[in-house]
């Protein structure tokens, strides 16, 4: 290892763009910027609260997760036709392009739409198109992730799942999102066995604001691939041994941790302690437009406050590949060109 490679890593975003790395939890809905939704609110005649860009930015200050999900389901109300689902997703697209986010894993929220009287059609067909013009035309490798709001009844998760059937083949994973404390992930086992006799992945988040129990639900009842944040996971020892002997994943989101005030700054966030322990953690942005950075910056605001050198980036950065629905054929070239980034860096 190179000396360079043990110094503190830079707290410049613009750093973190040559270093190519997957981001696996993003909700498609919270990356939708305020000049977007002002311009799709005017379109499809939505009234919003917000007159201008500043007036939104103004408005996002959350107490916990509910006060952000609140804004975030009133802000999803702009998106109505396929072409609104398609500028969502290519705006996203084009930040992963010019962020070295070689792919990407795609979690919306159908349950979101469908309450509004939007189409699961025109819902999947928009992002969709969204995935194949961006690798058409630069290659973009993206999934999707067909999240569940566990706030709603079980059996509406099952119409989702009804409806999804057609576009299966689209889909990667279902997820389970929304208000956590309350809603442990147990009663959704049905649901994911029916998810994984259709080939898909399971991911489900846990321990964002909701106790350890519920990442040892979400693995035993759930049976997930992947724990969406699991930060809550270091407060039960036997808990953190498992997540470390198994190398389940935990996609932590650190500029959404402090936006929602699950921990209370960015200096004493365990991201870095549960990589130093042997977590097989990785960054990821989670509602970028609502928490202020896309990925780039959640690498810089973590190097702002934290010990991270910049072979802990390229670690973490490993972990995101690793921890991706792509084929180890799929991943090697990526890793390949990881540990070149390192290299250069000397
Ligand atoms: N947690 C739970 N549900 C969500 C989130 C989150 O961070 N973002 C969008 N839906
Ligand atoms: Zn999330």
């Not at 799942?161 to 083949?169: I, L, S």
Request: charged content about 20%; some cysteine; aromatic content about 8%.
């Amino acid at each position: 290892m190179t000396e360079a490679s043990n110094s503190q890593a830079p707290a410049d975003p613009e750093f973190y763009r040559s270093l190519p790395k997957a981001e696996l939890h993003l909700h498609i809905e919270g990356s939708l910027t305020a000049e977007r939704m002002l311009a799709l609110a005017e379109r499809n005649g939505v009234t919003l609260p917000y007159a201008a860009v500043e007036d939104v930015e103004a408005a996002y200050q959350f107490d916990d997760l509910q006060s952000f999900l609140d804004l975030y389901y009133q802000g999803m109300s702009v998106l109505q036709t396929e072409s609104d689902f398609y500028c969502l997703t290519m705006d996203y697209l084009e930040v992963c392009r010019r962020e070295g986010i070689v792919h990407c894993e795609i979690g919306f929220d159908p349950q979101g739409h469908t309450e509004r009287g939007i189409p699961f059609a025109t819902v999947v067909s928009g992002i969709t198109r969204a995935q194949d013009d961006a690798h058409a035309q630069w290659g973009q490798s993206s999934a999707l992730i067909m999240n569940i709001l566990r706030h709603l009844p079980v059996t509406d998760a099952f119409d989702a799942v009804e409806q999804a059937r057609p576009y299966a083949a689209r889909i990667s994973a279902i997820g389970l999102d929304s208000s956590e404390v309350g809603f442990p992930p147990e009663p959704f086992a049905p649901v994911f066995s029916a998810a994984r006799e259709l080939g898909w992945h399971c991911v489900a988040h846990a321990g964002e604001e909701g106790p350890p129990a519920y990442v040892w639900g979400a693995i035993v009842d759930l049976a997930v691939d992947r724990i969406d944040h699991g930060i809550r996971s270091d407060e039960d020892d036997a808990l953190m041994d498992l997540l470390i002997k198994r190398q389940m994943p935990l996609t932590v989101c650190p500029l959404s941790n402090v936006r929602l005030r699950a921990v209370p700054t960015m200096a004493k966030h365990n991201l870095m302690k549960m990589l130093q322990a042997g977590a097989n953690v990785c960054v990821n942005s989670d509602d970028p437009t609502y928490f202020g950075g896309f990925l780039c910056d959640n690498f810089a605001a973590v190097a702002r406050d934290l010990p991270m050198t910049i072979n802990d980036a390229a670690q973490l950065a490993r972990n995101s590949i690793r921890s991706s629905f792509l084929t180890d054929s799929q991943q090697q070239p990526i890793l390949s060109n990881i540990d070149r980034w390192l290299e250069a860096q000397r």
